[in-house]
């Protein structure tokens, strides 16, 4: 009987001593985590990942103290990082996607939560929770040294917008079902987010039919503020600039033609969407059929009211007209370029970075004699 009792002491003795032990740890561990501002959630997602014996969380508590008063950054970096993730073998982080919202590393040292339109079984994304895993994301990622968080949200989510809103997320660009939030938490820094879209690229084109010494014009069905303008319009993304010159010169009509130069650039700003606007105004030829005859110029449909060649002749007078609802203050400029023989020339160059395309460099012409 006696024996059956000591054993029993001694069982509850070990049991008391090891409670102890635990009550411990944790103290210390809300201590350090109030020392270094880390947040409720941030400490709750620790608390629910962690399942360890009361001597990991000596030896865990221990490390953390050990970290904070290392002078070495990134050992200051991983020690913090511990308190919402655990660490595996090869060392990279592991977090605890219970309590946040799934991301993943992005550019310029930014991380990315994209929610498509699926909802799973298990959604990580439910309105219920999701602004306490923001909230705790968006610790974990300044505990992490991050500059911003990006967020993705399919249009069919939208609800969840106004969640991000509460913690300072802001709209950056909306295209097609997503919008795209972010929000820079560099706190000390100011946000180095560039801003969306700042300019659209518009081009002009001159297309010159030297045989007989004209010019094609059009004239638009709407927002004609001369009697004619040369065709052109906005490039589309991903365009390069002999393409989109190209492409509206066939498209308003209907004249297929060949890419020589670009003789200008206008820079303007407050346009469409009050976006800044880059005009290049580009020189063509005119692709004959097999017989040497060029096509007739058709309109198209909907935009374009009539297409005509102009004589040369014609279409100066009319630029350079002193009746200010006739003439042309930038076409003048031009045809004084196309009188000097100017040219922008255009040379592909390949890019030093790696997997990005080759690109058009436009650029003053260089004398064949100076060439290395």
């Not at 070990?14 to 102890?20: N, P, V």
Request: glycine share 4%.
């Amino acid at each position: 009987m006696m024996i059956g009792t000591n054993s029993s002491l001694l069982f509850i003795i070990t049991f008391i001593i090891a409670m102890l032990s635990v009550v411990e740890s944790v103290r210390r561990l809300r201590i350090f985590a109030t020392d270094i501002g880390c947040g409720k959630s941030t400490l709750a997602a620790f608390c629910t990942h962690t399942s360890r014996t009361s001597a990991q969380h000596h030896h865990h508590a221990a490390h953390w103290h050990a970290e904070r008063h290392n002078n070495n950054w990134h050992s200051r970096h991983v020690g913090r990082a511990s308190l919402f993730s655990s660490t595996t073998t090869n060392g990279e982080l592991e977090y605890d996607w219970n309590t946040l919202v799934p991301f993943e590393k992005h550019t310029h040292n930014s991380i990315k939560i994209t929610i498509n339109e699926a909802v799973l079984d298990d959604d990580p994304y439910a309105i219920s929770t999701f602004h306490s895993k923001l909230q705790a994301t968006l610790e974990t990622a300044q505990q992490l040294h991050k500059s911003a968080i990006w967020i993705t949200v399919h249009i069919s989510r939208a609800q969840l917008i106004s969640e991000a809103s509460k913690l300072g997320f802001e709209y950056h660009h909306a295209d097609g079902s997503t919008a795209t939030l972010c929000k820079w938490i560099i706190g000390d820094q100011e946000s180095r987010i560039p801003t969306y879209a700042t300019h659209q690229v518009g081009v002009g084109a001159v297309v010159i039919n030297s045989a007989k010494d004209e010019i094609l014009c059009v004239k638009e069905k709407r927002n004609n503020y001369r009697p004619w303008k040369i065709p052109g319009g906005l490039a589309e993304l991903g365009e390069h600039l002999d393409e989109a010159v190209i492409r509206e010169v066939r498209e308003e009509t209907g004249i297929p033609c060949r890419f020589l130069h670009v003789l200008a650039v206008r820079h303007t700003h407050a346009m469409q969407f009050n976006r800044s606007d880059l005009y290049f105004v580009c020189l063509l030829e005119p692709i004959t059929d097999t017989d040497g005859k060029l096509p007739q110029p058709t309109p198209q449909p909907g935009e374009i009211a009539a297409v005509a060649w102009i004589p040369m002749v014609d279409y100066r007078n009319m630029v350079f007209s002193e009746d200010k609802n006739v003439g042309h203050p930038m076409m003048q400029r031009i045809v004084e370029v196309l009188d000097n023989s100017s040219q922008i020339e255009r040379f592909v160059v390949p890019s030093i970075v790696p997997g990005r395309k080759q690109s058009p460099l436009y650029h003053a012409p260089i004398n064949s004699n100076n060439n290395r």
